[in-house]
């Protein structure tokens, strides 16, 4: 690798390592980002995408159209100036609104106590303030509709830096995937997804806005997220034998009739049954990986690195957030390119195992779970717990989503809070089993 | 995919499924066996290898030069008649021969009582006696230094059936790796292999030939398995940390001194210099996919559908028996080649991922518990269990090494035995405090 010396552009950020060029494959959320870190940095940008400009583009396919923002990825934002203009236009949800079988409705807030909230954006917004922010930049070049074999020959690729931003089925992992000693694995569930919408009616949002709606149904269920104009996006997941089962308007029906009474008619038979048909159900899938970099010379970010089914909302905030940890780590003194990749991989990776294994974790609770009087013992608790000792009782959800506690150690957090109450639990129980006994042998 | 109907050649093997052209990818011991047995079945076998011919080939590069045979690899062996003559240059290994830290042995037979055993067999030599069968046939047409992109629109990859038997790093897998629904892992350990060698003196084995030799260090070890010209090929397996240490001649005199004094002189200094800096260690990786093939158009076999480290000496027999499995399923009656392939896929992966686990646990027994009481007791406990009932209490080592039980039930017999072993020592505890009890209460 060259050592190419490009001086600071003098915004007020340090760094020892010398500016180089650096090109990020896929113009996404975290690309985007990516991009806009790096230029503010003074570094020498390629920015290439093989779709169009989404910003020019009708509809995008294939990705989800709303998405949960959370703390880690608002943290990432703000660091780039962007936070404010994104919660501006995003639509808070204070909890999940549970809507039984027969179409009864109850509220779970996520956070009674501070009052924080998940944000629904719509990917497309998101990704195109991202891209006008890096306009600013004349150290950013744009190259959309342009496909990149990275690692071949090519003019673009004899970048210093390429940092692979380009989804679950990354090509630039899939160069590395050939390396000795990389690990890797790609697990797909045998659920899968398909979008529907609740349209707005006479300009008015169908259903309360200011939450994250679930259907649970116990193998399945289905989800709502409230977009900027006053339509849901719905996600239908379950089995795909079950989608197969669904051959024809009328199961469909009966199957919406059956389990998801109340939304039938805000989804209207007529729409429902040609959203349901027009595609196929999606598929979801699991994607960990370590190391993350290739000596000097590459890094994945993002769904690249780690991709996750979708039920923690933690997707998009874990990719944004890798951003914020890389670029701490470039922007310490002293340390050079290869050293600042290897520690961005040794710092993240059972973080980045974590939320995934996680969000496989969460689609459990969410379809399941959610109904059980357990669970709801359980979040009366920690609820309960979290208001007393808002700084040492963190439930799990609040820590993944409104703090920036690494992942793995939200988990061992709750770990640690699943012991303490086994133990108080056996405490009380072998208390009234103790004091019981004592009552009734002073009766006898 | 055009459905050829080619007939039956009349060798006496009847199957429904058409005589389609198969593209076999490598010529090693999987795929020469594959080769072997679509051949024998009248297929059109186009056998496509990278690397030379080995018949002609010098050295065999960078894969262990010995492996041991055990009752899986013979069963295949003897489906296409190859058997008796592998066996009658083989070396049999009785047991396992341990080499304390001080140079003392001891022999742990692995089945006393039935007296089944493993077979040293060389590779090269092996894979010669399978692409010499493999002449008789003229439907066989061999393509060697022939690099394969067996997707693309190549004249040879236009076969009905691409027939995957390109190990480890698979470029057929590499392609199959695209498609949804295909899970997959590689993950490496952080340890590594060198192969040394102990060779003949006085045209002599300088150690008892018939044993698989271990030197159990703990967090490393050393093997050797005999050759047929009276050598030994030695691995050495341990951490790339502890590789790395050793970085003159006199660190290695020094570490072999410490660890493997007997071994030292069998080595000759100059000899193990020689060999232990000339190379670096290699790496090894447990690979682990499903399904395994693709439509009616693909399926992996051995290494390609499940590397694994080689530590249960059943890398190669697990992809022999894949080739038994393959064909007895498409030799099925009636089955067509698409639920033949789908069939292969269900019947194998638990097992071979099972084989994959159970080698990663056994590199740890072999390098550490082999040394322990427990281990040994245990080890006492088994022989004399299966030697009272042969055919009920077969310990797991003999279920995988000398029977035909698929995999997954080995781990699953192994449990119950787990089981039955907990139970009797509970009760006989519970028997001794009671007994125990009774008695000093009578004492009183």
Redesign the interface.
């Known amino acids: 690798m060259s050592e190419k010396l490009v001086q600071s552009t003098g915004n007020g950020l340090h760094s020892s390592i010398p500016k180089l060029n650096v090109a990020v494959i896929g113009a996404g959320l975290v690309g985007s980002l990516a991009a806009l870190n790096f230029a503010r940095k003074g570094y020498e940008v390629d920015l290439y995408e093989y779709r169009q400009d989404i910003r020019t583009a009708e509809l995008v396919q294939g990705r989800s159209i709303n998405l949960a923002l959370s703390q880690r990825g608002r943290q990432a934002l703000a660091e780039v100036g962007l936070e404010d203009e994104i919660l501006s236009t995003a639509i808070p949800m204070r909890g999940r609104m549970l809507h039984d079988i027969k179409g009864n409705t109850s509220i779970v807030l996520y956070d009674p106590c501070t009052k924080q909230c998940l944000y629904s954006v719509g990917r497309k917004h998101l990704n195109e303030v991202l891209l006008n922010a890096g306009e600013k930049f004349p150290n950013i070049h744009r190259h959309f509709e342009h496909k990149l074999s990275p690692f071949q020959e090519d003019a673009e690729a004899k970048a210093d830096l390429i940092v692979g931003c380009d989804g679950a089925?990354s090509a630039v992992r899939q160069q590395m995937?050939?390396n000795?000693?990389?690990?890797?694995?790609?697990?797909?569930i045998e659920h899968g997804y398909l979008e529907l919408c609740i349209p707005a009616k006479n300009n008015e949002f169908q259903m309360p806005a200011n939450y994250l709606h679930i259907w649970p149904r116990d193998t399945f269920m289905m989800i709502a997220l409230p977009n900027q104009d006053k339509s849901f996006t719905v996600t239908l997941s379950m089995p795909f034998k079950v989608f197969a089962d669904i051959k024809t308007p009328k199961d469909l029906l009966e199957f919406f009739i059956k389990y998801y009474v109340d939304a039938l008619p805000l989804l209207g038979e007529e729409r429902l049954i040609k959203d349901f048909f027009k595609s196929k159900p999606q598929?979801l899938l699991s994607i960990k990986c370590n190391p993350y970099h290739y000596k000097s010379k590459a890094v994945l970010l993002g769904d690249a690195a780690h991709a996750m089914v979708p039920y923690y909302g933690q997707g998009m905030n874990a990719g944004m957030e890798d951003c914020s940890l890389l670029f701490s780590i470039i922007s310490q003194t002293g340390i050079t390119l290869d050293k600042a990749l290897l520690q961005f991989t040794e710092s993240r990776w059972r973080d980045a195992h974590a939320i995934c294994d996680l969000a496989m974790y969460n689609y459990v609770e969410m379809r399941d779970l959610t109904k059980r009087v357990t669970f709801k013992c359980r979040k009366f608790l920690d609820t309960t717990l979290f208001r007393f000792f808002p700084t040492i009782w963190v439930p799990l959800y609040n820590s993944v989503s409104f703090t920036s506690m690494p992942y793995n150690k939200c988990i061992a957090n709750r770990k640690w809070q699943d012991k303490i109450l086994r133990n108080v639990f056996y405490t009380v129980l072998s208390g009234a089993l103790v004091t019981g006994t004592a009552l009734y042998v002073m009766n006898l």
């Open positions: 089925f995937i050939k000795y000693g990389f690990n890797f694995s790609q697990e797909y598929y």
